[in-house]
C-alpha cells in the first residue's frame, strides 16, 4: 500500500472514532422513574415546578442547599436538590431541566436550564442556565 493511502485510512478511522464519541455523548430527556432504575446514570429531567410544596432555600444556613419538588412530563412528582443557589425568577420559571442522578429519595442536580416567559414580549422567552457549585 501507497502512505497516502494507509494516511487516508487512518483519517477514516479517527473520524468514525470522533463520531461514535459524539453520539454516546447525546442525551435525552428522561423522567423520574427512569432515573430511579438507573441511579448511578446522569440524565437530563424537564418538568415544571410544583407549586404546591416547599422550596427549600436559607442562604444563612446554607447558601449551597436548594431543594424543590417537580413534576417531570409524566406527571410523576420528586424531590430535587441543587447544591447551588436558589436562581433569581425561580418561581417564575416555565419549565425546568435539570441535569443529575438520583439518590436515595431525592434527585440530585448539578446543572439547571430555566424556561422563564420574557419580560419585554409575550412571544419570546428567556432561557437561564445554572451549574451547582462543585464539592
Do not use: W
Not at 29 to 34: N, Q, R
Not at 37 to 46: G, L, W
Not at 71 to 88: A, E
Amino acid at each position: 500500500m501507497k502512505k497516502t493511502h494507509i494516511i487516508g485510512l487512518l483519517v477514516i478511522a479517527i473520524a468514525i472514532g470522533v463520531i461514535i464519541a459524539l453520539v454516546g455523548d447525546f442525551s435525552t430527556y428522561e423522567s423520574f422513574a427512569t432515573a430511579k432504575k438507573s441511579p448511578n446514570i446522569e440524565m437530563h429531567v424537564v418538568g415544571v415546578l410544583d407549586r404546591s410544596r416547599p422550596i427549600e432555600y436559607d442562604a444563612e444556613k446554607n447558601a449551597n442547599y436548594f431543594g424543590f419538588y417537580m413534576v417531570d412530563k409524566n406527571h410523576d412528582t420528586n424531590h430535587v436538590v441543587f447544591n447551588g443557589t436558589k436562581p433569581q425568577d425561580f418561581e417564575r420559571s416555565e419549565q425546568i431541566v435539570i441535569t443529575g442522578k438520583m439518590s436515595g429519595a431525592d434527585f440530585k442536580g448539578n446543572h439547571m436550564l430555566l424556561k422563564c416567559p420574557s419580560k419585554y414580549t409575550n412571544k419570546e422567552e428567556e432561557i437561564s442556565e445554572f451549574s451547582a457549585k462543585s464539592n
